[in-house]
């Protein structure tokens, strides 16, 4: 398995790929590796024994903020999570690389106010996101 700091740089190269004209509308938002989804989140997701995520958005999607938002909020997050990636990728560092990159891109599609069918419709449209 990548060390994490290496496993995180990954992270914030897939972030940094995303083009600067949505880059610019996040504010507000935390990057956090962990390795494995907790309980209370597959609870939540509804996960079966068998099913996992790549990474999860926990917070207020930007265009569903109102004139109160704002102050001391507490930033949204990211959550990508290591050990489910690095089980899919087998060790191949491109392949871990591509879905790294996708999940990114995919949980700040929700950040910006996309769901899941937008999201996947844009992934089809540029040829991502088979993975997450």
């Known amino acids: ?3 994490r700091e290496e496993f995180e740089l990954l992270v914030e190269e897939g972030f940094l790929a995303i083009p600067q004209k949505f880059r610019v509308k ?12 907790s309980e209370e989140v597959r609870r939540r997701e509804n996960l079966g024994p068998h099913e996992t995520l ?9 265009d569903e903020r109102g ?3 704002g102050g001391m909020v507490m930033p949204d997050t990211i959550t990508i ?14 392949l871990r690389r591509t879905i ?7 949980e700040v599609g929700h950040y910006l106010g996309l769901d899941e ?7 089809a449209e540029k040829g991502i996101g088979h993975y997450h």
């Not at 996040?26 to 989804?37: G, K, Q, S």
């Not at 069918?117 to 992934?123: A, H, K, L, S, V």
């Open 117 to 123: 069918e937008e999201i996947r419709t844009r992934e």
């Open 81 to 94: 999570y290591q050990k489910p990636i690095e089980e899919e990728s087998e060790g191949d560092p491109a």
């Open 67 to 69: 004139s109160m938002y």
């Open 26 to 37: 996040v504010e507000n938002l935390a990057f956090i590796v962990e390795d494995e989804p």
């Open 100 to 106: 790294v990159f996708d999940t990114v891109w995919h």
């Open 54 to 62: 790549f990474g999860l958005y926990t917070g207020i999607p930007i």
């Open 1 to 3: 398995m990548l060390p």
